[in-house]
């Protein structure tokens, strides 16, 4: 009779396993849906539904001939930025020894300085206090730190806001690399 017992109970605790996962598995693919559903159509849908309506609204408040002329060069022409709004201030070459002076290590670094065409000569004016900065920041780096491939960026990061420390914030915008080579 225990064996019996046992037998009868069994199948009822597999029941009552059984309907928590199903009722579980249906919800998850239920809320998967629904999930997929709000991020691609719905209210948390990208950009692509707002912008064909903010593009819509915008075709409408042109009027009739006109919007018809913008719209046949629009989707062709993409807005290009004015190369006239920038100059480029070639920095020096620098050689910097790396490490201990036994080693025999240096680093090439060549660089540019992206200017307004109006800010060049200043920038120029202030070249010695840039390459000073630079040459500090320089002579201090290791062999370990040039080995990890995240450090040029770093690096650029780094001595673009010390540069813009000197020159002021608003006469650089940005520091391109042109050589960097360890030997």
């Not at 062709?76 to 070639?90: K, N, S």
């Not at 960026?153 to 006469?171: E, F, N, P, Y």
Request: glycine share 10%; with cysteine.
């Amino acid at each position: 009779m225990a064996t019996e017992d046992a037998d009868i109970e069994d199948p009822r605790k597999k029941k009552g396993l059984l309907l928590p996962l199903v009722v579980g598995l249906v919800l998850a693919c239920v809320g998967g849906a629904g999930g997929y559903w709000a991020v691609t159509s719905g209210p948390f849908a990208g950009s692509g539904d707002t912008d064909s309506a903010h593009a819509a609204a915008e075709d409408d408040g042109h009027g009739g001939g006109h919007g018809d002329e913008e719209e046949d060069d629009g989707p062709t022409e993409r807005p290009r930025p004015e190369l006239d709004e920038v100059a480029f201030v070639a920095l020096e070459s620098l050689v910097v020894n790396i490490g201990s002076d036994t080693s025999q290590r240096h680093l090439l670094f060549e660089a540019e300085l992206e200017v307004a065409p109006d800010d060049a000569d200043e920038v120029t004016h202030l070249m010695p206090r840039v390459m000073d900065v630079m040459n500090s920041y320089l002579r201090v780096l290791d062999m370990q730190e040039l080995s990890d491939p995240r450090t040029l960026v770093r690096l650029r990061a780094q001595l673009l806001r010390r540069i813009q420390i000197v020159t002021g914030d608003v006469l650089v915008r940005d520091l391109l690399v042109t050589q960097f080579v360890v030997n």
